[in-house]
């Protein structure tokens, strides 16, 4: 009896702990089985619970599939593929996939099965996209095939739209969508999070199951088997540990392995892209499955068209690892070769393989537009494929918007057209913060009120349509003036056009008439008053309303000489002194913490200039970057004003925070390099024209509240710049020796290739980069006072010979990081402060590296097989000669 109710027990406990497991397996799962006609229900097959899709999407009609293909004709059919939504109208339809973390990693599928659900038995074509970016056309070879597309993708707001766009070849349908959270640290390009992988192949390498997808995967990947005739399998039902990496292969799918049949063959998958320009990255899965006995080895090196990934490599017993090109792959053909070392006893094995292709992120609309619309069409409930992104795709913008594309900039919104809308109310002023709108329709609905000013903020306006409208009142002066000098073409209701413009008319009539001898006193004291309120006004106001007319979107950015007085308190606290000039904490309006930036005037650059760059900073935003939130241009005194950042500079904070209460972990100096990594890739990639920093050091990286680090100083010119070098060079001129030394010295980040070229370049700032990420690394200063004063590469060349990594790295990390870890990050940092430019990796692949880093960091576990750092250089400059690494004779380049 006892052990009968024990055995229940322990039978609940299983079965709770069952239920748990798919629970906490589905968390921030969305899965949408779209057309569906039950509101949710669970699939016992693959046990996941599915909704139907009225919460994502209001267009559309929902439809079976013919019963031909259908349950129970077709009794393997997933529930999903037996209904679809279909899009009979409008060009574009978009599912808003809402509720996910903005800046998170997500795997999205979507499924079509056409089973002639429209009974016309004719495969449709068209196109599907992932917010803006197009993913892929849609097509057929039969009614009865299930075509199912994957994208990997960075979410960037808290919503991704899919979106189906009818391309006249048929209407759009889905069949089922899913949405499934990733761990964002896998899965890494060179491209950084501007990229998207849309899944080119994943197989289970030597399965011995047909089925391919496991309850036991995490991310809910699909796994196609593949074998080979000349392969043999090999299999192990032991636990294999996949929790050390983040990929977390399923165990049905690494438990299994493929080796050459022929022992000395090598293992070789190929294939060949539909586009040979497509980039490629192949993420490789091992785990060795067999006890080995110690007399056995198994050894391999990894090559793609010959030339080689990866060294070396020895899989370890029941424990997981993936293995990824740092660089993409690009060819007609792909050949990936895993050939058994001379010292290996045993062939190679491969566990399983995933391939993708990169996708570049395009460019949304300008975030001002998209908020104005958005404002608009909830404003007046607008009922329209309005959703997803209102310029993009191309050609395929909302209803009654036209956009202007151009090649760097994002999309502006041009024309406007909610004529015959039955709107009523207001008009909104949410239009005026179209900026660039030509062309506004509101004709033939039935707003009221009056028409209002905020009309004459759009000074691209050239059409206006206001006709038949309940509007009261007249048409603001300005916009009769424009349409009076041709510049604005207006329709108006006739009982809009009278009153103001008839006004002003009289009051000039009237004046010359009043104006008489005994009159003459009040239009003098009138004229004295008036000149009196002119000169109360400051000509800082008047030069920034001349600047405002100008240019609408200035206006929030430009501060007067005594606002910045204000904000400063009267420059009461120093935060800081450059060579530039000297930082005011401060405090705007709003209570928002920033500091000051006060520029000492340069005689080289007129305000006209200033002017210009403040402009351009404020088209520069990132969130590693410190943003800019205004200037100052008052009379030669210029100013800057910058968010607050309340951890200071890198610098006092890695070198004056002596006592290691504040010590920096290994973790952390890892990720302050990333996000300065991202910061500088965006200035040079991201930015039109593209920004070269040029005094990247630890000073000019700043910490906020939660350490993320951010970028400071970009964005000013040349002039400046040069100034502020001799300035700074002046001052420590006088421990030097001879010339040439001394400037190196001197700023201790400034490229050495500057001397002989005189100019500053891209590669410059990776330079000025890698000597900041040796700061990170050893805890020294650029330039630090050893037996003499050192340049931090001098030091470390000598230290590198030796090759303690614990010498190296700052002792106040009291040994806490990964070996693998330490290595490839000074692999990094001496790559990027290589002596001559071509050497130095560009800033993307820094990232890939350097979040590698991060991923393989893991103190307790020092002997994952993760290959030594002779790797990283191979992985970097496989084909280049010049930069050479050979663990017997180190040769490092050095600036001399
Ligand atoms: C589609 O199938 C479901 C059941 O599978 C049924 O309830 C529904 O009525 C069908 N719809 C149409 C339009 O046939
Ligand atoms: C439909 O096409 C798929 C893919 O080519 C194929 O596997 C399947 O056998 C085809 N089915 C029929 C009924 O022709
Ligand atoms: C196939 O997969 C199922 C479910 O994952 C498993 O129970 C079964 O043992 C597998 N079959 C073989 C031959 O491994
Ligand atoms: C793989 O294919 C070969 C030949 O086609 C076959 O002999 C072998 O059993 C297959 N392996 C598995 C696991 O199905
Ligand atoms: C993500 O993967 C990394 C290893 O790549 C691991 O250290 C980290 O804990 C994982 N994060 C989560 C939330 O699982
Ligand atoms: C294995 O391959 C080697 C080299 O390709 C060949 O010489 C040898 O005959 C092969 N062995 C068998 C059993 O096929
Ligand atoms: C891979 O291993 C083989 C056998 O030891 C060797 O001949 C070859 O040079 C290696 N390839 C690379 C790129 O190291
Ligand atoms: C957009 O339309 C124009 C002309 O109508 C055409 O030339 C262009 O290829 C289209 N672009 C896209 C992305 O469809
Ligand atoms: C589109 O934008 C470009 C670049 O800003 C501008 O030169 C051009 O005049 C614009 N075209 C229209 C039709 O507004």
Redesign the pocket.
Known sequence: MRSSIGFILLLTLCVVLVALVHAQQQIGFISIDCGSWQDFYTDEEINIKYTADGGYIQSGVNRNISSEYAYPNNPTLAQILSDVRSFPHGERNCYSLTSLRSGSLYLIRASFMYGNYDGENKLPEFDVYVDVDFWSTVKFRNASEEVVLEIISFAQSDVIYVCLVNKGAGTPFISGLDVRPL?S??YGTEFGESASLTLFKRWDIGSLNGSGRYEDDVYDRIWSPFNSSSWDSVSTSTAINVND??FRPPFEVIRTAARPRNGSDTLELSWTPDDPSWKFYVYLYFAEVEQLEKTQLRKFNISWNGSPLFDSIVPRHLFATTLSNSKSLVANEHRISIHKTRDSTLPPILNAVEIYVVKLDGLATFEEDVDAMLDIKESYRIQRNWVGDPCEPKNHSWEGLKCNYSTSLPPRIISLNISSSSLSGAITSSISNLSSLESLDLHNNSLTGAIPEFLEELKSLKYLDLKDNLFSGSVPDTLLERSRDGLLTLRVDDQNLGGSGGNSKTVKIVVPIVVSVSVLVILVAFILFWKFRRNERSDEEISMLNKRGKNVTTKNWQYTYSEVMEITNNFEMVIGKGGFGTVYSGQMKDGKEVAVKMLSPSSTQGPKEFQTEAELLMTVHHKNLVSFIGYCDDDNKMALIYEHMVNGSLKDFLFLSDGNSDCLSWERRIQIAIDAAEGLDYLHHGCKPPIIHRDVKSANILLSQDLEAKIADFGLSKEFRKDNQKEQSHVIYTDATDEKSAIMGTTGYLDPEYYRSGSLNEKSDIFSFGIVLLELITGRPAIFKGNKIMHILEWIRPELGRGELSKILDPRLQGKFGANSGWRALGIAMACSASTSIQRPTMSVVIAELKQCL?IESPSDTETFVPPPKQVYTEFYSSSEAYSYDSESITYPFPR
Do not use: E, H, K, M
């Open positions: 761990n640290s896998i990496d983040g991923a």
